[in-house]
Antibody, heavy 120, light 108 residues
Framework: QMQLVESGGGVVQPGGSLRLSCAAS????????MYWVRQAPGKGLEWVAF????????YSADSVKGRFTISRDNSRNTLYLQMNTLRAEDTAVYYC?????????????WGNGTTVTVSS | SYVLTQPPSVSVAPGKTARITCGGT??????VHWYQQKPGQAPVVVIY???DRPSGIPERFSGSNSGNTATLTISRVEAGDEADYYC???????????FGTGTKVTVL
């Protein structure tokens, strides 16, 4: 069955960096766009970044633009989120999600999330 | 920036109908997706492209979208439907995805 497993979360000081990974299995990863979505404690869902199936198009939320970079390695069936210059407000559970298509679509498969805590 | 507004909470008795609205400027011209999130779990899509239902989602879940409001309707509500629900669209004017503010559904 289709599965997404996030990793790389942890506790980091403000201004620090982390790289999240999302390992995909059970589907042809290289043919689907992917997303990162986050949820701060007790808050709603916030879209973070999108990348097309071939990595040709990437978009990110204004709140992370210039600090976070989404990428993918289709040979490793893995999605990444490089997070730099982290702030306290980046503290959240980070989910990766699969698009229903190679471009924008709905999020039809989600991982269980990895927790990022930014604190001194 | 595009904003999607949902009521913070909806309460409904078992067996009754819950309607969750998602307001946005001319949202009827966009495709709306709905997600259900239970405590401690990842979200799950329950309605996509306004009114389509994924396999495994009960027929009790339905969606509509027109004008400035999209609506998720849950008929014959069950205790297991208690969750947070989010609408979502692709704002192609700004190349960004937008989630609604979220609605907590409580089954009385």
């Amino acid at each position: 069955q289709m599965q997404l497993v996030e990793s790389g979360g942890g506790v980091v000081q403000p201004g620090g960096s982390l790289r999240l990974s999302c390992a995909a299995s059970g589907f042809t990863f290289s043919t689907y766009a992917m997303y990162w979505v986050r949820q701060a404690p007790g808050k709603g869902l916030e879209w973070v970044a999108f990348i097309r199936y071939d990595g040709g198009h990437e978009y990110s939320a204004d709140s992370v633009k210039g600090r976070f970079t989404i990428s993918r390695d289709n040979s490793r069936n893995t999605l990444y989120l490089q997070m730099n210059t982290l702030r306290a407000e980046d503290t959240a559970v980070y989910y990766c999600a699969k698009s229903s298509s190679g471009g924008s679509g709905y999020m039809d498969v989600w991982g269980n999330g990895t927790t990022v805590t930014v604190s001194s | 920036s595009y904003v999607l507004t949902q009521p913070p909470s909806v309460s409904v008795a078992p067996g009754k109908t819950a309607r969750i609205t998602c307001g946005g400027t001319n949202i009827g011209s966009q495709s709306v997706h709905w997600y259900q999130q239970k405590p401690g779990q990842a979200p799950v899509v329950v309605i996509y492209y306004d009114s389509d239902r994924p396999s495994g989602i009960p027929e009790r879940f339905s969606g509509s979208n027109s004008g400035n409001t999209a609506t998720l309707t849950i008929s014959r509500v069950e205790a297991g439907d208690e969750a947070d629900y989010y609408c979502q669209v692709w704002d192609n004017s700004n190349n960004r995805y937008v989630f609604g503010t979220g609605t907590k559904v409580t089954v009385l």
